[in-house]
T-cell receptor, first 111, second 116 residues
């Protein structure tokens, strides 16, 4: 099993550009989530999904969209990138007991 | 309000010394408790977890944690720290019997430095 994979590992955007961060898992986990990690602020939940076709907002959803068309994939879309979205983004999935498995992260810089 | 507090933002220990990282939580439901470790530039890896039963749980890399319900704490310990333990450590809590809602509440993390 590859576990949770994320692409790209690094990305630089200009303000106003859009992009999609990819996340995939091969563990047949129902629950998937996106976090952003900023210095001194820990992990903040952006969006999550409890199954294909079901998504919901987390703590900091503004400026981000998600969809879940399959169990395996949970892409995160930045609609119009802003410097405040410079961060490290982690995707995670969970099968049971809230235990979450994390991807390696995407480091995003918005200029 | 639900919250997780890691009182120590940064800790420095000498290699071979013992370690205790503190975690206190405020949670209305029966909690599931987790410790994760993040090495520089890496994702988060589960160290250990508590669901029920024995309140002293063993994890990977020689770590253990003790759940104390009366103190709402889940402190992480290691008897002898190695230089490779230098990392960021996160405590998290989730709701037992939450069904599909597997959101976790996260602490802000404790950064561990190890002196040779």
């Amino acid at each position: 099993n590859a576990g949770v994979t994320q692409t790209p590992k690094f990305q630089v955007l200009k303000t106003g550009q859009s992009m999609t961060l990819q996340c995939a898992q091969d563990m047949n986990h129902e629950y998937m989530s996106w976090y952003r990690q900023d210095p001194g602020m820990g992990l903040r939940l952006i969006h999550y999904s409890v199954g294909a076709g079901i998504t919901d907002q987390g703590e900091v959803p503004n400026g981000y969209n998600v969809s879940r068309s399959t169990t395996e994939d949970f892409p995160l879309r930045l609609l119009s990138a802003a410097p405040s979205q410079t961060s490290v983004y982690f995707c995670a999935s969970s099968y049971t007991y809230n235990e979450q498995f994390f991807g390696p992260g995407t480091r995003l810089t918005v200029l | 309000a639900q919250s997780v507090t890691q009182p120590d933002i940064h800790i420095t220990v000498s290699e071979g010394a013992s370690l205790e990282l503190r975690c206190n939580y405020s949670y209305g439901a029966t909690p599931y408790l987790f410790w994760y470790v993040q090495s520089p530039g890496q994702g988060l890896q589960l160290l250990l977890k508590y669901f029920s039963g024995d309140t002293l749980v063993q994890g990977i890399k020689g770590f253990e944690a003790e759940f104390k319900r009366s103190q709402s704490s889940f402190n992480l310990r290691k008897p002898s720290v190695h230089w490779s333990d230098a990392a960021e450590y996160f405590c998290a809590v989730g709701a037992a019997n939450a069904g599909n809602n597997r959101k976790l509440i996260w602490g802000l993390g404790t950064s561990l430095a190890v002196n040779p």
